[in-house]
């Protein structure tokens, strides 16, 4: 069984940062990338960042949030910058990967961690 734990979010003034942090952990053969989706009220879910063999932003994002990972943690983080209100979202963290050698590739989502930028 695999879990992943986001933390880090909160509320913050706009101009503000937070980081994101997502632990990884049960059953992990190997993580082929990891990501980070928002979803704001009445939206549909967005990608934010995905990093893996590439690493990629949408474009929203681009300049003041970055996406990192530590692999012998098994985790991922999100520094976010220069936050605006419109960054206010559930933000989620996705991990494609195998929990042994044999297994595909799947995909776990953590449970959500709620960031506000509000003055």
């Known amino acids: 069984q695999v879990q992943l734990v986001e933390s880090g979010g909160g509320l913050v003034q706009p101009g503000g940062s937070l980081r994101l942090s997502c632990a990884a952990s049960?059953?992990?053969?190997?993580?082929?990338?990891m990501a980070w989706y928002r979803q704001a009220p009445g939206k549909e879910r967005e990608l934010v960042a995905h990093?893996?063999?590439?690493?990629i932003y949408v474009d929203s994002v681009k300049g003041r949030f970055t996406i990192s990972r530590d692999n012998s943690k098994n985790t991922a983080y999100l520094q976010m910058n220069s936050l605006k209100p419109e960054d206010t979202a559930v933000y989620y963290c996705?991990?494609?990967?195998?929990?042994?050698?044999?297994?595909?590739?799947?995909?776990?989502w953590g449970q959500g961690t709620q960031v506000t930028v509000s003055s």
């Open positions: 990093i893996g063999d590439t690493t």
């Open positions: 996705n991990a494609e990967l195998k929990t042994t050698y044999w297994d595909s590739l799947d995909a776990y």
């Open positions: 049960g059953r992990i053969f190997s993580i082929n990338a």
